[in-house]
T-cell receptor
Framework: EAQVTQNPRYLITVTGKKLTVTCSQN?????MSWYRQDPGLGLRQIYY???????DKGDVPEGYKVSRKEKRNFPLILESPSPNQTSLYFC???????????FGPGTRLTVL | SQELEQSPQSLIVQEGKNLTINCTSS?????LYWYKQKYGEGLIFLMM?????EEKSHEKITAKLDEKKQQSSLHITASQPSHAGIYLC?????????????FGTGTRLKVLA
């Protein structure tokens, strides 16, 4: 089944404790992206990747890192999480940058 | 920078009623995506519109991009409880010259049985 998977689905952590949210797709898509969704602010892009080793900032990249070492994986790294990073995070992929995106199920992160 | 404004922000309709959601851009749209999200879940692609005046339909949902390409509307005919969720419009990233996507803040739809 074609899908985008994210892990973990739920995470409660404390300020400053490094964490990684994994994202994997099995559709051989070139484009992958991370978003965060917050009430009243909608869906905002954090980082995106056009292909392996090619990443670029979205609208809200501060406090996040990404890497794209393999085509299928695009992990989101929070080196020192803060409470303002409490949010619902989505990973998405598409064949190329201008096609429909397939979204993962979301990761609900709470930073205390 | 480009912004997408959706209206209304929320909508409650009786089952069987028609409804329209609008997405207005601050700049010309070169492509517009509509997605549906069930509460707390991932987004599901509905339709993509690229040409001014283009109209697409899927089951009871019709979306249109106006001639001036600064507004899109999503129309649901004879709404059903299964239509409930959050509808988001997203802009083709090439409008920004990069591959950055932007989305509207969403319209929450509730359909009363």
């Amino acid at each position: 089944e074609a899908q985008v998977t994210q892990n973990p689905r739920y995470l409660i952590t404390v300020t400053g404790k490094k964490l990684t949210v994994t994202c994997s797709q099995n559709m051989n898509h070139e484009y992958m992206s991370w978003y965060r969704q917050d009430p009243g602010l909608g869906l905002r892009q954090i980082y995106y990747s056009m292909n392996v080793e090619v990443t670029d900032k979205g609208d809200v990249p501060e406090g996040y890192k990404v890497s794209r070492k393999e085509k299928r994986n695009f992990p989101l790294i929070l080196e020192s999480p803060s409470p303002n990073q409490t949010s619902l995070y989505f990973c998405a992929s598409s064949l190329q940058g201008l096609n429909e995106q397939f979204f993962g199920p979301g990761t609900r992160l709470t930073v205390l | 920078s480009q912004e997408l404004e959706q209206s209304p922000q929320s909508l409650i309709v009786q089952e069987g009623k028609n409804l329209t959601i609008n997405c207005t851009s601050s700049k010309t749209l070169y492509g517009l995506y509509w997605y549906k999200q069930k509460y707390g879940e991932g987004l599901i692609f509905l339709m993509m519109l690229q040409k001014g005046g283009e109209e697409k339909s899927h089951e009871k949902i019709t979306a249109k991009l106006d001639e001036k390409k600064q507004q899109s509307s999503l129309h649901i005919t004879a709404s059903q409880p299964s239509h409930a969720g959050i509808y988001l419009c997203g802009a083709d990233p090439t409008t920004s010259g990069t591959y950055k996507y932007i989305f509207g803040t969403g319209t929450r739809l509730k359909v009363l049985a």
